[in-house]
């Protein structure tokens, strides 16, 4: 069964880093783009940055200078870096997958496949 796990959040401090990943079991992710997107409380869900299958990035501004996406298909996984934390980062973050030929920065909706997110606490 086709499913995509996160993993990697948890408690920091600003200023502070952490590495998300997010691993695909059931299909190869190389042919996908890959959007990691965040919930905070009481707000919609937004992208933050995606992947296409030939590693092409899109960042949103927010996180632009802060977060850097990857990707190692060898390992089909997908890794969100972020440094710099802010308090305003924290959320619930997701990974999706949908196939490339869509390009890579592509309406939630058309996603196929969606993680059951990791939590980020950025706390002063």
């Known amino acids: 069964q086709e499913h995509l796990v996160e993993s990697g959040g948890g408690l920091v401090q600003p200023g502070g880093s952490l590495t998300l990943s997010c691993v695909a079991s059931g299909f190869d992710l190389d042919r996908y783009s890959i959007g990691w997107f965040r919930q905070a409380p009481g707000k919609e869900r937004e992208g933050v940055s995606y992947?296409?299958?030939?590693?092409?990035?899109t960042i949103v501004e927010s996180v632009l200078g802060r977060f850097r996406i990857s990707r190692d298909n060898a390992k089909n996984t997908v890794y969100l870096q972020m440094n710099r934390l802010k308090p305003e980062d924290t959320a619930v973050y997701y990974c999706a997958a949908v196939p490339g030929i869509y390009g890579i920065k592509v309406a939630p909706v058309m996603y196929d496949y969606w993680g059951r997110g990791t939590r980020v606490t950025v706390y002063s």
């Open positions: 992947i296409g299958p030939n590693g092409d990035v």
